[in-house]
């Protein structure tokens, strides 16, 4: 059958216009794209009188698109997605599928990195492109398979699964805990506690015991749980236990439990993807990511075959 490409926008102007869309800068996407700031405003240029629209809003530290940028940022999004899908065919005999995802720092470092070897072995073979993003990345926005997230619930306009919930216990280093001892709660408040600035899973360990928490000058807040981890390593407070991404710290007694007691952590782990069919490769990798984290089978069948939220 064929086709008129005169209805067809200018094909070679597309990659500039969803980098230039996508990070939200010429400058970024002339980096990205490996072209100067100049080419990238011609081929917008190009685009913008094809379509007969303003496809950019200007202001001093980027770029932002109007009602009709972002209607067609989400056509070039759905078309390059199509043919990505069509390029793990095309390429499977040239190397592994690439998939990308996305994912917290800490979960990365914690979690993932230690598992990421043998997520991308097997057959077939993949290779994840991972991004590790603090924000929780707009997934209609990026062009990711899929996104791993710490939560207390799904997000809207995501299908999501969860991966792991924990069952949290207060830390310290060895030095530390052995100066705690054991005994009642209250023998922890004697000491710094550590938290994220979520303190809801302190406030309900001490809810068991009968006690009120809130923070006091001497705790420390840490924005990110790897980074409250290495302060647990350090000796300077108590920190609440992700079971999940301690592992190593726990084998290699640079952190010890200081109390049996345990709560539900305030969230869980999420993978998360948008609607539609996700590609094969991507769907292999959330299976073994699913796999990793003990989650049902079924359930990760249920999150790939899913149409909407």
């Known amino acids: 059958m064929a086709h008129s490409l005169d209805r067809l926008p200018p094909l070679d102007t597309l990659r500039a216009f969803e ?49 009709d940028g972002r209607r067609l940022q989400l056509r070039a999004i759905e078309a390059f997605a199509l043919l990505s899908e069509g390029g793990d065919r095309w390429l499977s005999a040239r190397g592994p599928a690439v998939v990308r995802l996305t994912a917290p720092p800490a979960f990365s470092e914690l979690w993932l990195i230690p598992r990421l070897s043998r997520l991308e072995a097997g057959d077939p073979p993949l290779q994840i492109d991972l991004r590790v993003e603090s924000r929780s990345v707009d997934l209609g926005d990026e062009i990711v398979d899929l996104a791993l997230r710490w939560g207390r619930g ?22 530390l805990a052995a100066r705690i001892g054991s005994g009642p709660p209250e023998r922890l408040l004697d000491f710094p506690i550590l938290h994220t600035g979520d303190i809801g899973g302190w406030r309900s360990w001490f809810e068991q015991g009968g006690l009120d928490y809130a923070p006091r000058r001497q705790d420390r807040r840490f924005l990110e749980y790897n980074i409250l981890l290495a302060a647990v390593r350090a000796g300077l407070g108590i920190g609440l236990s992700r079971p999940s991404m301690i592992g190593q710290a726990l084998a290699d007694g640079s952190v010890v439990a200081v109390d049996p007691r345990t709560v539900p952590a305030p969230g869980l782990y999420w993978m998360d993807r948008i609607a539609g069919p996700p590609r094969p490769a991507a769907a292999t990798l959330a299976r073994r990511i699913a796999d990793a984290a003990g989650a049902d089978p079924e359930l990760c069948e249920q999150f790939l075959s899913a149409q909407a939220n």
């Open 19 to 67: 980098s230039a869309a996508r990070l939200g800068s010429f400058s970024a996407a002339a980096i990205e794209l490996n072209l100067t700031h100049g080419a990238i405003s011609r081929q917008i240029a190009r685009l913008e009188t094809w379509v007969g629209h303003r496809l950019f809003q200007r202001h001093g530290r980027g770029v932002t698109t109007t009602l």
């Open 154 to 175: 799904r997000v809207p306009g995501r299908l999501s699964m969860s991966l792991l919930q924990d069952l949290a216990y207060p830390i310290a280093s060895p030095a």
